[in-house]
């Protein structure tokens, strides 16, 4: 398709620009201990892997009225512990390069909260973006189109000259209701403008691989 409109390339964190499967069900795997309840099944992974934090308590304990007690015990449990267990996409830093140098808007749209500042700080990338758009920066996170939205009105931008970077439902649901092109990362079964399997394929979709 053509890409030529493009103005600004936005990341989802969480299996886009990091494999964060460990680190995420090493996390709720030891809330879900403190509790006597059983380590995520793979159904329940897919689910909170897109949501947030506060969406993934309410799924987790259904039957909880009040999740005062879980909220605590995910506090002191510390998610920021895990940062250690993502591993950042082959090609990321490149690609950010590529971006920066042809001066696309680089911004991350992400379901994390308060996490992220430190993901970015830990892995270097602080410098690398724009905008950061967290779950704690919006009233409504993903699936609504929100995250997306505040970015476009930063910066000015229509849907069409924003793509953004996404591996899930949540991803591809709030793309579609914000108007922006779509890519899919490594998800051949999400309906997207674009389906990449690795860092580069983006920069020769945009074709800036030689710039």
């Known amino acids: 398709m053509n890409l030529s409109q493009i103005k600004a390339v936005v990341f989802d964190c ?13 996390f709720y795997d030891l809330v879900l201990d403190h509790f006597n309840k059983p380590p995520l099944t793979d ?3 897919v689910q909170v892997h897109m949501m947030t934090v ?6 987790l304990f259904p039957d909880v009225t009040d999740h005062a007690p879980v909220f605590r015990c995910v506090k002191q449990i510390g ?4 940062i250690q267990y993502m591993e950042m996409a082959d090609g990321l830093v490149d690609l950010l390069s590529v971006l920066g ?15 992220m500042p430190k993901v970015l700080s830990d892995f270097d990338l602080t410098d690398q973006f724009d905008m950061v758009v ?17 970015i476009m009105a930063r910066f000015s931008f229509y849907p069409d000259q924003v793509l953004f970077i996404g591996d899930s439902m949540y991803d591809q649901q709030a793309a579609r209701a914000a108007g922006t092109v779509f890519a899919a990362f490594r998800q051949p079964q999400l309906d997207a403008d674009l ?7 983006f ?3 945009l074709g800036i691989t030689d710039k």
């Open 101 to 115: 140098s042809c001066g696309y808007i680089r911004a991350v749209a992400t379901n994390r909260t308060d996490t």
């Open 134 to 150: 967290t779950a704690a920066d919006v009233t409504n996170p993903k699936p609504h189109p929100e995250q997306l939205e505040k």
């Open 195 to 201: 389906h990449a399997q690795a860092m580069a394929d």
């Open 203 to 205: 920069a020769s979709a």
């Open 14 to 26: 969480d299996g886009v620009m990091f494999d964060t499967a460990q680190a995420n069900r090493k």
């Open 43 to 45: 159904a329940q992974f």
């Open 79 to 82: 998610a920021h512990n895990f």
């Open 54 to 59: 506060v969406d993934a308590i309410s799924y």
